[in-house]
């Protein structure tokens, strides 16, 4: 169920990716309290990283809902856990994954895409407050070792298809480089109204509204234990860039932090206002 707010304009909050079981306690402990302190009307979290740093299995989907997440975005970890085939199947509505994903890859064949609210996996519609807001999910190539459809040739078939009428778009560009995330701004900034990346747990500082204009913002940044290195414990990853072995990471504890961003936008227009980074540290 969307959590609709009314007020003079409409708030939409992004959270970055919720690293293991620490990510998912700050954002079950804050988010409430800060859907309320911003006045926030429409909530994506970005959850690939939620169940033991990889993926998200059942248990990690009901918690970040139950929070106050509206709609769940996945990334390059989307198929790590079986659970997730099943989670997409039954509510395709609150959980999306990237829609790049090749075909025979992404979408099981006793599954009848027609059924599936929003049509694909990869994208949805939420109404809200008299808005419909097409929420989009992408997985960007450069640097990520894994078979994937063109995002941009994507996102034009279903910015074009689909979502032509939605009065808000936004898009969770899951990827590596800085670069590929900046060209697709700079590419639809003129069709979307809001462009957030995750996926390096690291927040960049670059948040504006573009010339073309949509909010964007290169990436968002995790939400988890800040005590080690990108959620995870330190000593297990510096061990591994010294003797470059493989290991098992664990998760870090400690320094819980929310991180995101939100961004403001006219109601009767759907152009950006502002946006600002958000970070709240959980209470030790």
Not at 66 to 91: Q, Y
Not at 113 to 120: A, S
Not at 200 to 211: G, M
Request: aromatic content about 8%; hydrophobic content about 35%; overall charge negative.
């Amino acid at each position: 169920m969307v959590h609709c707010m009314e007020g003079s304009s409409f708030r939409v909050l992004a959270i970055g990716d919720v690293v293991a079981r620490p990510g998912r306690l700050a954002l079950t402990t804050l988010l409430p309290s800060l859907r309320e302190e911003l006045s926030i009307d429409f909530c994506i979290v970005n959850g690939e990283n939620s169940a033991g740093g990889s993926g998200l299995d059942k248990k990690c989907y009901r918690e970040i809902t139950e929070a106050g997440a509206d709609v769940i975005t996945l990334g390059d970890h989307t198929w790590r856990r079986p659970e997730v085939r099943t989670i997409l199947a039954e509510d395709s509505y609150a959980c999306i994954c990237p829609g790049n994903y090749p075909r025979n890859f992404s979408v099981t064949e006793d599954i009848d895409q027609k059924t599936m609210l929003g049509g694909e996996r990869g994208w949805g519609i939420y109404p809200c407050q008299g808005l419909s807001i097409g929420v989009v999910n992408l997985l960007g190539r450069t640097f990520l070792n894994t078979a994937l459809d063109c995002p941009f040739a994507y996102a034009e078939m279903i910015f074009s298809r689909y979502l032509s009428t939605c009065d808000l778009i936004i898009v969770d560009f899951h990827g590596e480089a800085t670069s590929e995330k900046i060209a697709f701004g700079r590419r639809f900034g003129d069709r979307i109204s809001f462009l957030f990346g995750t996926h390096t747990h690291v927040p960049t500082a670059d948040e504006c509204i573009l010339p073309e204009g949509a909010a964007y913002i290169t990436d968002l940044g995790m939400t988890g234990s800040h005590a080690g290195v990108i959620g995870m414990d330190a000593d297990t990853a510096i061990a591994r860039f010294l003797n470059g072995r493989p290991s098992s990471y664990k998760a870090a504890s400690g320094d819980e932090r929310v991180r995101g961003a939100v961004v403001e936008f006219e109601r009767s227009s759907g152009k950006p206002i502002s946006i600002a980074r958000v970070e709240r540290c959980l209470p030790s």
